[in-house]
């Protein structure tokens, strides 16, 4: 039915969608009391593998954390960490070792405990991407995991970045990753284990040799539940101590494995949504996936008893693409999925507040409404054009098609074009350019899909040196040189002057292949 919907019946279709499912949400709710009336630990996820913070800005958002009751802060640092014995893996916005232990004093004294995460098993590109680490890799065209059955060298690595994180932290936790190992029994000798005894035991001998390291350290070990969900025989003999992260961003609870296996293991557990996730990236933002995360998923954790809650924020995808000098020898890599810095995020990190302190699920479009007013200072009406010119038609473009058959590539953009005539419309009083995001994440919509328009048309069988005018002159009319001008001025605060022109250069990529393409056939 969705098919034949026009942009704004397709986003309203959305909209009264996602009231459905917080109404289900919060009937629930009521129908099953909380069994814990509050989380011990409020926390929020930092992740800078990419789109390194400034350290001001980072002390100016924990300050924003502490002001709105969050007390745990879980920092990615990867290869932004300053490692000592391993300097190889620290990457070139590294902070000093000075300027961690000083963000970690200051969110000390705003109440806050910062939590190093350590990817220890999968994710770890941007370790074993230097041949010092070659003999721990999993596969050696794939650097995303080490090999669990080299245990004694992954000790080894393992126990040095961990007691080089205790050095700069003060937590009584230390988050050692564990998610989406997507290569377990990829080895000649893991394919050994597995036919043995199984993945859940070659994933869950690893995990606990891990997580024995970081008891023995003092620490407690935390680690992503996905892997767990699905192989349960995972959990046994792990350390009383070991605390599992459910991250959930808007799925059913089972859709990793059997949960209640997990719920009822006796491990304590904490709950994850997230503000910024795959289908983000540049050019899309699904806000109202990301409330209903928010709205449901929140409440739905204190049900099952969870002790914490963590909001993640995703810069990237974790998954990269290689930069090869020769067929074996890497010289960079790139990180794929990039989405639009946190900056741009205020409404979903307020909305997380707000939930927080709800005693059950609140009305996420009701507060997209609330917040523009409040913020904004827009009325009734203005708040109803914010609000639908922001979710509108948030669908993928993969390969020139939606995933609905029937709505275009031009419905899209023709979508998109309304919001931004909607947006400029818009003329908020206050909070100026936290607003200027919302304008200039859509003009990037419309920019793209402009682009992928473009290069659709190309792609048609149809496609003639006859129809290079009528689509050199539609690019010529993207100003990608003005964007990249707003971009660098709305994040001049956040991000690094370096950081800034990376991100601009790979979100032009499509346009300068399209402009060289069209110029020089033209």
């Known amino acids: 039915m969705i098919l034949s919907l026009s942009p704004g019946r397709i986003a309203s279709t959305l909209l009264c969608f996602f009231l459905l499912l917080v109404n289900i949400a919060d009937s629930a709710a009521k129908a099953n009391p909380p069994l814990n009336a509050d989380f011990k630990v409020k926390g929020f996820h930092l992740d800078l593998r990419i789109q390194v913070m400034k350290m001001p800005a980072l002390k100016e958002f924990a300050t924003k954390l502490s002001k709105n009751g969050i007390n745990t802060l879980v920092m990615e640092w990867e290869a932004s960490y300053p490692y000592q014995k391993h300097r190889i893996i620290t990457g070139r916005y590294a902070y ?193 996936k990301h409330l209903n995360n928010i709205t449901s998923f929140i409440p739905q954790a204190k049900q099952l008893g969870y002790q914490g809650i963590v909001m993640t924020s995703w810069s990237t995808s974790g998954l990269y693409s290689s930069v090869l000098e020769s067929t074996t020898d890497l010289a960079d890599l790139h990180a794929i999925r990039r989405v639009y810095p946190i900056s741009g995020f205020n409404l979903l990190i307020s909305a997380y507040f707000e939930q927080l302190k709800a005693p059950g699920t609140f009305d996420g479009a009701a507060f997209i409404k609330k917040y523009s007013a409040e913020t904004y200072g827009f009325n009734a009406q203005k708040s109803d054009v914010f609000s639908r010119a922001i979710t509108r038609t948030p669908i993928e473009v993969n390969e020139g098609k939606t995933i609905f058959s029937g709505l275009t590539i031009s419905t899209l953009l023709d979508s998109a074009k309304k919001s931004t005539t909607e947006l400029r419309q818009l003329k908020p009083t206050q909070n100026v350019e936290e607003f200027s995001h919302y304008v200039l994440m859509n003009d990037i919509r419309e920019f793209y899909l402009t682009c992928i328009w473009i290069e659709h048309e190309m792609n048609l069988p149809a496609f003639t040196a006859a129809d290079l005018p009528r689509l050199h002159k539609i690019l010529r009319n993207l100003n990608p040189d003005e964007l990249d001008q707003r971009f660098a001025k709305l994040n001049q605060n956040l991000l690094f002057r370096e950081e800034i022109e990376v991100e601009n250069r790979y979100r032009n990529e499509r346009f300068d292949l399209l402009k060289m393409k069209l110029s020089q056939t033209h």
């Not at 060298?153 to 205790?166: E, H, P, R, S, V």
């Not at 035991?201 to 995990?207: E, F, I, K, Q, T």
């Open 96 to 288: 000093t070792r000075e300027e961690i232990k000083s963000f970690v004093a200051y969110c000390k004294k705003l109440g806050i405990d910062v939590v190093p995460l350590q990817q220890s098993f999968g994710h770890v590109e941007y370790i074993l991407r230097h041949y010092r680490y070659k003999e721990l890799r999993e596969d050696q065209k794939d650097f995303s995991q080490v090999n669990p059955l080299r245990e004694e060298g992954c000790k080894a690595l393992f126990t040095d970045l961990f007691q080089d994180m205790i050095s700069t932290h003060d937590s009584p936790y230390i988050h050692i990753g564990g998610d989406e190992t997507y290569l377990l029994g990829r080895s000649e000798e893991s394919k050994k284990k597995v036919a043995a005894v199984g993945k859940g035991r070659l994933y869950g001998d690893y995990l606990k040799m891990l997580c024995d390291v970081v008891v023995g350290l003092g620490k407690k070990p935390i680690v992503w539940a996905d892997i767990a969900l699905n192989y349960p025989d995972a959990l046994k003999g792990l350390p009383k101590e070991t605390i599992f992260v459910d991250w959930n961003y808007g799925w059913a609870l089972d859709r990793f494995g059997d949960h209640q296996k997990l719920v009822k293991s006796g491990f304590e557990i904490w709950g994850s949504p997230a503000i910024r996730s795959h289908p983000d990236n540049y050019f899309l933002t699904d806000w109202i």
